[in-house]
């Protein structure tokens, strides 16, 4: 595999292609890798990461992002960018600007990855071997167990998509089955007003507003 470096100065790496179809993930159980910038109010860069997706790195953006400047988020495969952020601070939330939710729907399945940067990684993420054809590669998902009929859809619809290409870089990913979709509550802060949503999962749970941080029960 071609240095990281080397990877992300090519052409348009960092531009979100909506149409491309081509998965290149990492090998290792992260297929993606995030870039993050900070700059000052003067538009000047101050910090700079390269890092796997990882819940510790999400709690020291979200403590940066309280001071004045800018951030910028992309997430990327070796293919290219496929979600990017590009915010003004300070900030709590970190909405996707641009998205290819072709290939994002492959690394995040069970997931709303068209929402929020951070919103997945909020909670845990467990990491799924995929096999297709004669390659291996792993997804991100929010069960710890997947012995379930969801699971195995999804399986199969990407070996059967596997099973017309050679590589897992030639796959077809338009030509995905349907997944199931994600129930997701709806809330309304008291204090601030703001409205927002939670996938089901953190249903009776406590969660902090998006915009005041003020605590509730997901209900």
Known sequence: MQPLKSIYKSPGFWEV???RTKVLPFPGKFPTRWAICFRDVQGKKDFRLFTKPDPLVV???LRRAKGQGYVSLWEFDRGGTIRCSQKNLPRRDF???KINAIVCGVYYPWHLYGHGFFDMWMAPIFHKKMKLGAHTFYIYSPYERMLN???SSVAKGL???AAKSQSVEE???GKLPPLPAVIRIQ????DCGNHFSKPERYKDLMIRCDECGRLMICQ
Do not use: F, S, T
């Open 149 to 151: 009929a969801g699971h």
């Open 171 to 173: 796959i077809d990913l």
């Open 187 to 190: 809330m309304h802060c008291p």
């Open 159 to 161: 070996q059967e998509v």
């Open 59 to 61: 709690n020291g953006i």
């Open 95 to 97: 909405p996707v600007l």
């Open 17 to 19: 292609d909506p149409n």
